[in-house]
């Protein structure tokens, strides 16, 4: 089995900072990684983790260090794509020695994996809430596709390309999610796809394929399905999510927390 694990919208802010003026997203990302190492005995081995998008606030290289930092006791492999928040030629730099960072062009990546292929999508618009896909991400997107075996396909990226009825953040979703649709639409291959942006665990499918939308590591976005012009955000606790490939297909939301037990069900 091949465990692939998602973390997503940490914002890290530069230290001694707090996001939106209220959120420690720093110890937040910290409490992140404590609780894997304390799962990871019950989770089996990780192959990859995938942060999709928002690793910063600000997209600052001062804010791209402290995600460095406090990733580094995690010790295990990783790719990310920038989201909204970020920078992408900050974000480049930083991770510049990283062999599956393109020297140029959209952040986009593919890692083959025993039981899945990743491919991760650079979906931001700089100076952007929205997302979408450049014409460079979309050929190389469908060159991908083409040639895609019978190995399932897990398809990563920011903004996610359906609807969550929260009315600012669907209008700051993926404005060009219909050329996606055309590329999967006819595509036999198991695809999965995954998301971050709306700091909210979502399901629901696109172009006949579930798509799964990851709450971040710190904060979520209030759950507030009206017509309200404003986003608001709600401390809600963070989470991840551990997506298994191998005879199933499974998805897992990890809440960020080391909590008591396991306990024995009684008789």
């Known amino acids: 089995m091949t465990r692939i694990l998602q973390i997503t919208d940490t914002h890290i802010v530069a ?15 910290a409490a992140t990684v404590e609780t894997i190492a ?4 019950r989770i089996g081995a990780i192959d990859l983790v995938v942060v999709t998008g928002d690793l910063t606030d600000h997209g600052t290289p001062d804010e791209f260090s402290e995600f460095q930092r406090l990733m580094v006791p995690l010790d295990l492999p990783m790719i990310a794509v920038p989201g909204n928040h970020d920078t992408r030629e900050t974000m480049r730099a930083a991770f510049k020695t990283l062999p599956w960072m393109p020297s140029e062009g959209p952040i986009n990546i593919r890692v083959d994996l025993e039981d899945v292929t ?5 979906t931001l618009v700089e100076g952007a ?3 979408a896909l450049s014409q460079t991400t979309l050929d190389w997107l469908r060159k991908m596709m083409a040639h895609a075996d019978e190995t399932p396909v897990l398809l990563a990226m920011h903004h996610p390309p359906v609807a969550s009825g929260i009315a ?12 996606l649709a055309a590329i999967l639409s006819g595509c036999e291959t ?7 942006h709306l700091h909210r665990n979502v399901a629901s499918l696109f172009a006949g394929h579930l798509t799964s939308v990851c709450p971040g590591t710190s904060h979520a976005v209030t759950l507030d399905l009206g017509p309200s012009p404003n986003n608001t955000l709600t401390m809600e606790p963070g989470g991840m999510q551990l997506h298994c490939f191998g005879e199933d297909t499974t998805t897992h939301t990890l809440p960020v927390g080391v909590f008591d037990g396991p306990f024995d069900f009684l008789p």
């Open 15 to 29: 230290p001694g900072h707090l996001a939106n003026g209220v959120v420690d997203t720093g110890s937040a990302l």
């Open 38 to 41: 304390a799962c990871k005995d």
């Open 118 to 122: 990743i491919l991760a999508l650079d």
């Open 129 to 131: 809430p929205y997302g």
């Open 168 to 179: 600012l953040m669907d209008r700051q979703g993926l404005r060009n999610s219909e050329e």
């Open 190 to 196: 198991q695809c999965r796809i995954v998301a971050g």
